[in-house]
């Protein structure tokens, strides 16, 4: 649990969530632009990421990686060194946004949040161009927004039209 930055109240608290597991929800008011958590873990490379979380050996997806750069990338789970920020759920309407700063991440609120509201932000996870469809699939999601997209990847980049070549 988070304090305020007077020290006095919590921002958040982690309970169960109806999109999935556990969740992070507002403790109280959270204005626009505050930064409310960091993303933490252990810094690993891609290779090692991937060996940990094989999507091939998985029946469902769970995982707790956040690309930092082309390089790095962060293992927030728990048992290696993740916090709260780790529980925050994905979102295809999200209310916060994950910042990179330097070498950190850090969750900020997109816009003001009512106490007891769910805080998510878009995971957007990297397409690679081979499986995808198959992909869209394994990650689907349950953000239950009205424009879910139905997974957690990042969107297809559109065609561009035609008639916009012109
Ligand atoms: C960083 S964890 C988030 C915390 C998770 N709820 C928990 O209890 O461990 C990321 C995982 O949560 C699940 N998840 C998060 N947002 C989701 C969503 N919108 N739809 C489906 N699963 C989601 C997926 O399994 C994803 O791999
Ligand atoms: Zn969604």
Known sequence: MSMSRNG????YVVRNSPIHGR???AARYIRAGTRIVEYTGERISNREADRRYDDTRMKRHHTFLFTLDKKTVIDGAIE??????????????????????????????????????ELAYDYQYER???????????????CGAENCRGSIMKPAKKKRSRSRRK
């Open 23 to 25: 969740g992070v929800f």
């Open 8 to 11: 006095r109240e919590p921002l």
């Open 128 to 142: 690679t161009g081979r499986n995808d469809a198959k992909l869209e699939k394994f990650y689907f999601c349950k």
């Open 80 to 117: 290696t060194g993740g916090g709260d920020a780790s529980y925050i759920n994905h979102s295809c309407d999200p209310n916060c946004e994950a910042i990179i700063t330097g070498k950190k991440i850090f969750i900020h609120a997109l816009r003001g949040i009512y106490p007891g509201t």
